[in-house]
């Protein structure tokens, strides 16, 4: 995400003010999470502290090992940041520094974005704060069993409210931590990101790559779930297809799972793509790679409601995402973007080739979807929801 991205915009009164909302009391909110990586859901956390400062609460991060790259950004904007530093399971001393941390900032309410915190933050807060828990539910990764799962289960017991980014997230997570209660819906939402034509012509400049190459980005942390190896397989596929045009694929995620990428590198080299597929790292010009790219692809094979398909919505390109998690509810198949099967490289392939050759659709779905992100998906309505849910719990006492 570029830092532009990140600077609240004043003309927006939905971010920049509340007055709906405004109170004479600043509420202490500690978001908790294992680190601030570079992820769907510390993105936002990321999100949700910046905005939220500015509407009058003091928000506190809590992270149960390092800070991370978000972590250390987030400190940058004056966002108070404290790392726990557990380092095994089951870390008890590490409980009894968290409810140490409470009893110093005292909490409100507490806001936990992953479930193997849950356990750590319902011990702590039971030997400190004794505040209402919020437990927000993000990605579709689960291990049926896991040890863990009957801990969160219990800690579960403590909670006050859950909220989920869309209703299959919901739904899973209301059956694997067997929670009968009601989940608000809470969709995740990005800054709008706008596209450049100076962005585009620098970005392919340095890349060597001239204004007739078709331009195919996705993004997203190199792991297992995100479905590489079925990208590589689908480019594998239209390269021996007769499209109008070169194309190459560009791929920017962290490297952080080596036993992975180092497969996906011998996989890339079996197949000769290293012409087609270059995978760029963790990058900061997020906003440059949507201006140089033509279409977004997303290879997933689990999801929530990866935000980099909001980012991909607000900037307008067109859409070949798998239809897994909430996906479909924020991509319309043919209308806003092309749905596609997991796992399915011929399939991925087709849908490739069919925007490649056909303008008139990228112009078509790419309208929709910014319109689509504008209707659903814009920061500020994210940020009302976390809002509106946080004050509601702390007013009912």
Same mark, same amino acid.
């Given at each position: 995400?570029?830092e532009e991205n990140q600077r609240v915009s004043s003309s927006n009164p939905l971010i920049s003010s509340d007055k709906g909302n405004s109170r004479s009391t600043t509420y202490r909110i500690a978001f908790v999470v294992v680190r601030m990586g570079v992820g769907g859901k510390e993105r936002v956390i990321l999100h949700l502290t910046h905005y939220m400062k500015k509407r009058g609460f003091k928000p506190?991060?809590?992270?149960?090992?390092?800070?991370?790259?978000?972590?250390?950004?987030?400190?940058?904007?004056? /966002?108070?940041?404290?790392?726990?530093?557990?380092?095994?399971? %089951?870390?008890?001393?590490?409980?009894?520094?968290?409810?140490?941390?409470?009893?110093?900032?005292?909490?409100?309410?507490?806001?936990?974005?992953?479930?193997?915190?849950?356990?750590?933050?319902?011990?702590?807060?039971?030997? $400190?704060? @004794?505040?209402?828990?919020?437990?927000?539910?993000?990605?579709?990764?689960?291990?049926?069993?896991?040890?863990?799962?009957?801990?969160?289960?219990?800690?579960?017991?403590? /909670?006050?409210?859950?909220?989920?980014?869309?209703?299959?997230?919901?739904?899973?997570?209301?059956?694997? +931590?067997?929670?009968?209660?009601?989940?608000?819906?809470?969709?995740?939402?990005?800054?709008?990101?706008?596209?450049?034509?100076?962005?585009?012509?620098?970005?392919?400049? @340095?890349?060597?790559?001239?204004?007739? /190459?078709?331009?195919? +980005?996705?993004?997203?942390?190199?792991?297992?779930?995100?479905?590489?190896?079925?990208?590589?397989?689908?480019?594998?596929?239209?390269?021996?297809?007769?499209?109008?045009?070169?194309?190459?694929?560009?791929?920017?995620? $962290?490297?952080?799972?080596?036993?992975? %990428?180092?497969?996906?590198?011998?996989?890339?080299?079996?197949?000769?793509?290293?012409?087609?597929?270059?995978?760029?790292?963790?990058?900061?010009?997020?906003?440059?790679?949507?201006?140089?790219?033509?279409?977004?692809?997303?290879?997933?094979?689990?999801?929530?409601?990866?935000? /980099?398909?909001?980012?991909?919505?607000? $900037?307008? +390109?067109?859409?070949?995402?798998?239809?897994?998690?909430?996906?479909?509810?924020?991509?319309?198949?043919?209308?806003?973007?092309?749905?596609?099967?997991?796992? $399915?490289?011929?399939?991925?392939?087709?849908?490739?080739?069919?925007?490649?050759?056909?303008?008139?659709?990228?112009?078509?779905?790419?309208?929709?979807?910014?319109?689509?992100?504008?209707?659903?998906?814009?920061?500020?309505?994210?940020v009302n929801q976390y809002d509106r849910l946080f004050r509601d719990i702390i007013g009912s006492g």
């Amino acid at each position: 995400m570029s830092e532009e991205n990140q600077r609240v915009s004043s003309s927006n009164p939905l971010i920049s003010s509340d007055k709906g909302n405004s109170r004479s009391t600043t509420y202490r909110i500690a978001f908790v999470v294992v680190r601030m990586g570079v992820g769907g859901k510390e993105r936002v956390i990321l999100h949700l502290t910046h905005y939220m400062k500015k509407r009058g609460f003091k928000p506190i991060v809590v992270c149960l090992t390092n800070k991370g790259e978000f972590g250390k950004r987030l400190e940058a904007q004056g /966002v108070q940041v404290e790392a726990i530093r557990s380092n095994r399971r %089951w870390d008890l001393a590490a409980v009894w520094r968290l409810a140490k941390l409470f009893r110093r900032f005292k909490p409100d309410l507490i806001n936990v974005h992953d479930r193997s915190s849950l356990p750590y933050v319902f011990l702590a807060n039971q030997m $400190s704060a @004794k505040c209402p828990i919020v437990f927000s539910c993000h990605g579709l990764l689960f291990q049926e069993k896991n040890r863990s799962r009957y801990l969160e289960q219990l800690a579960m017991r403590n /909670v006050r409210a859950v909220s989920a980014v869309s209703e299959q997230v919901a739904s899973e997570y209301s059956r694997f +931590l067997r929670w009968n209660k009601k989940i608000e819906i809470i969709p995740n939402g990005v800054p709008p990101i706008s596209r450049h034509p100076k962005l585009r012509s620098i970005l392919r400049a @340095k890349m060597g790559l001239s204004e007739d /190459v078709l331009v195919l +980005l996705a993004v997203g942390n190199i792991n297992p779930e995100k479905g590489y190896e079925d990208l590589l397989e689908a480019v594998s596929l239209v390269r021996e297809e007769d499209i109008c045009r070169p194309f190459v694929v560009l791929v920017a995620g $962290s490297k952080s799972n080596d036993t992975y %990428w180092q497969a996906l590198c011998e996989h890339m080299k079996r197949l000769n793509l290293t012409d087609k597929v270059s995978f760029l790292g963790c990058r900061n010009d997020t906003e440059a790679l949507y201006s140089a790219a033509d279409i977004f692809i997303l290879p997933s094979r689990k999801e929530g409601l990866p935000m /980099v398909l909001l980012e991909a919505m607000s $900037s307008g +390109l067109p859409i070949i995402a798998t239809n897994v998690g909430g996906v479909s509810e924020a991509i319309r198949d043919g209308e806003s973007g092309l749905l596609i099967p997991p796992a $399915s490289p011929q399939v991925m392939a087709k849908a490739m080739i069919k925007l490649a050759n056909d303008k008139s659709m990228r112009d078509s779905l790419s309208q929709a979807a910014r319109a689509r992100f504008e209707e659903r998906y814009d920061i500020s309505r994210m940020v009302n929801q976390y809002d509106r849910l946080f004050r509601d719990i702390i007013g009912s006492g």
